[in-house]
């Protein structure tokens, strides 16, 4: 969505009309705020990490959902971008392509029926496309779609690895999907999908990496038999932030899907620690402002239910994580327990660490970057609540 025919919301555009916020302090909130300098510190850094270890990056865009973010990860390295769903990977294009931004695009769950098939047939005209497919049914549709249309997609067979939610489960129903894709003239075998998400917010590093190496003897059964019947098997996608460092050491996968790196969050923070998957720096918050100091012992903040994902628990209070706690107080109120060498009075503002990024990026229109106290730019939640 361009702003005004001259601000271009995916850029980072600071707004320049009269009382726009400049200042931190000055966002209206709640408001979700992304540190500019932490937020391209974790992109250099995992793009450092991949690229020393000869393994490809093609982050997550369900994490961020954000053209001007995807663009600095591509601009750091990154081979291509990962999306959840058909109409993320849509508009998120559309905005590329008005920069001549070429992208190339994995989209990571399986998608089903003839519309659907389609719209990644028109999609595969605008960029390079692969789809990760776990039925033969999967591939029958897409091989339809692409008969009256000049593009081709590359077929990614995903196969479940533990986590249950989708993929082939196991060598035999692999080899069905990876013979149908082969038999189509349209389409192209790429390789595999692994991916682990039970695995990610595993506590513990050890315990993390055991489990890992299980999951990946799956993955690795499945290549044995599909090379052994003479497919190839050129692309091992799959991974995510939590056990990106094992990824990178095991060699299993030869590109890897993460995607919270970028901002990191309560969850992840909780789970990681110190742990070397954990040392990317908390760059999202959501800013929040005391609208009522009344009581004794708390106060109440302006931001609720609507304004994070609730799925992991409350969020952090920035820089006062020991001192005060926040507590669920309804759609649209926090409640935040008063220090005791401190007492937050009407007016105060706070920033919270969101329990869960992905889900709740998804809650807000805008993103708002700053460079310390001072207001750097806005961008737009390009794909906020494009889940179909
Ligand atoms: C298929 C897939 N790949 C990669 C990721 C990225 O994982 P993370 O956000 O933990 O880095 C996800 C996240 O849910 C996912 O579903």
Redesign the pocket.
């Known amino acids: 969505m361009s702003n005004d025919g001259e601000h271009r919301r995916d850029q980072g555009t600071v707004f320049d009309r009269p009382g726009e916020p400049r200042t931190r302090g000055s966002i209206p909130t709640p408001a979700l705020i992304c540190d500019l300098g932490l937020l391209l510190e974790n992109i250099r850094r995992m793009s450092q990490l991949t690229r020393s270890a000869g393994v490809a990056l093609r982050p997550?865009v369900?994490?961020h959902k954000s053209a001007y973010i995807a663009r600095h990860q591509l601009d750091a390295g990154a081979v291509g971008l990962?999306f959840?769903k058909l109409a993320e990977a849509e508009v998120v294009v559309e905005r590329l392509a008005e920069d001549d931004v070429p992208v190339s695009v994995l989209l990571?769950?399986p998608i089903v029926g003839s519309a659907s098939a389609e719209r990644a047939a028109h999609l595969a005209r605008r960029c390079e496309l692969i789809v990760v497919v776990d039925h033969v049914d999967g591939v029958n549709e897409l091989d339809l779609a692409l008969a009256t249309s000049d593009a081709g997609i590359s077929v990614v067979c995903d196969v479940d690895v533990g986590l249950g939610r989708t993929g082939v489960t196991g060598p035999e129903s692999a080899l069905e999907v990876v013979e149908r894709i082969e038999r189509s003239p349209r389409l192209h075998f790429a390789g595999v999908?692994g991916?682990g998400?039970h695995l990610?917010h595993l506590a513990g590093r050890d315990q993390r990496r055991e489990a890992t190496i299980e999951s990946n003897s799956r993955l690795v059964s499945v290549i044995d038999v599909l090379e052994s019947a003479g497919h190839p098997v050129t692309l091992r996608t799959?991974?995510?932030?939590?056990t990106?460092g094992i990824d990178l050491e095991l060699g299993i996968l030869n590109e890897l899907?993460?995607?919270?790196?970028v901002f990191m969050d309560r969850e992840?923070r909780d789970a990681l620690g110190a742990d070397e998957e954990g040392r990317f720096a908390q760059s999202l918050t959501i800013a929040t402002t005391v609208i009522s100091a009344n009581q004794s012992g708390f106060v109440t903040v302006d931001a609720g239910l609507k304004s994070m994902a609730t799925d992991a628990g409350p969020p952090a209070v920035l820089g006062r994580e020991d001192a005060v706690s926040y507590h669920f107080f309804g759609d649209e109120h926090g409640l935040v327990t008063n220090p005791p060498n401190g007492r937050f009075i009407r007016g105060d503002r706070l920033e919270l660490v969101p329990p869960h990024c992905?889900p709740t990026v998804d809650r807000y229109d805008d993103l708002w970057l700053v460079d310390g106290d001072v207001v750097v730019g806005v961008v737009e939640v390009t794909a906020r609540g494009c889940s179909q």
């Open positions: 997550h369900k994490s990962s959840a990571t769950s999908q991916y998400g990610q799959g991974g995510g932030t939590g990106s899907q993460a995607g919270s790196y992840y992905d």
